[in-house]
């Protein structure tokens, strides 16, 4: 099947301590934020080729491999928009920066069709998002968790898109996020680097593995900001700033619950009920850097915590022991 090479990416690989599979590979792509069933797809459709071949899904993939990707031109939108609020930080023609609050999804899904950041950004604008990632995710280079909060950006156009992502891959975005953990650092700052990939028992899930094999490279860098001591009985709890070297799915909240400190009000990778009453992961993008796309101007943006992530941060102070 032909296509247009405005839709064609073309991927070297690099980096890759072992071989993986290829859908496995590109899945794990957070520059191209494609799901593993749609890759599978373009693979079965002859829209994937390696070294210039077309190969079955499970082939394996290795360093110097070259990767060529035909998208699908950008069907009509079954998505409707819709007015729902953004706190918009900064927007040009090009991209915009968004505070994303706690309880938006970024794009829909099978099971969520509306109430999205997607629905809110084709309200807010009209026909101006890239195409790169398909008809349910215009616009989104890279996303935030529902219950996350903070930083985000969005692209208006499909070169923009492709800069933003080629900066993504090279790890010159920098990411920064703030979190509350439960228990003690003993060490100011550290690095957790384990291999993320799909919970077999849940799909909804992701967890640590040992190896490549079925899963990707993952490092979180942390550094302590703050420790509190909530009565001489209780565990205690530490305020840290995560940055991100690698972006995987429910990256911080996984490693963090690694290392065996939670993130407070985390249900699903830490513990369900918690003494500050966090009704969320306690996790929030709070800083972003990043060279315009097209301006190549360093842009750097930081914003202040939520409102339910300060009180409780107060709710410690006041019961500091």
Known sequence: MSNSLENQINIVVSELPVVVRLDVYLAGLESLNLTRSFIGTLIEDGQISLNAKVVKASHKVKNSDAISINLPPPRSLDILPEAIPL????????LLVLNKQAGLVVHPSSNTVNGTLVNALLHHC????S??????????VHRLDKDTTGLMLACKNDLAHK????QIK???????????????????????????????NDRKRMRTFETLEHARYAKTNWQLLKRYKYKAS?????????KLDTGRTHQIRVHMNYIKHPIIGDAVYGIEKNKLKAYRPLLHSYKLEFTHPITEERM??????PEDFKTSLSFLEENLH
């Open 234 to 242: 209780q565990d205690p709890f530490t305020l840290l700033e995560c």
């Open 163 to 166: 800069r933003l992502a080629e």
């Open 87 to 94: 706190n918009i930080i900064f927007e040009d023609e090009y």
């Open 170 to 200: 090279n790890r010159e975005v920098e990411r920064y996020y703030q979190t509350l953990v439960l228990g003690n650092l003993r060490e100011t700052s550290g690095s957790v680097i384990k291999p993320i990939g799909r919970d077999h």
């Open 126 to 129: 009209k026909d101006s998002l």
């Open 131 to 140: 195409q790169i990632n398909g008809v349910l995710r215009p616009g989104i």
């Open 300 to 305: 750097k943006f930081e914003i202040d915590l």
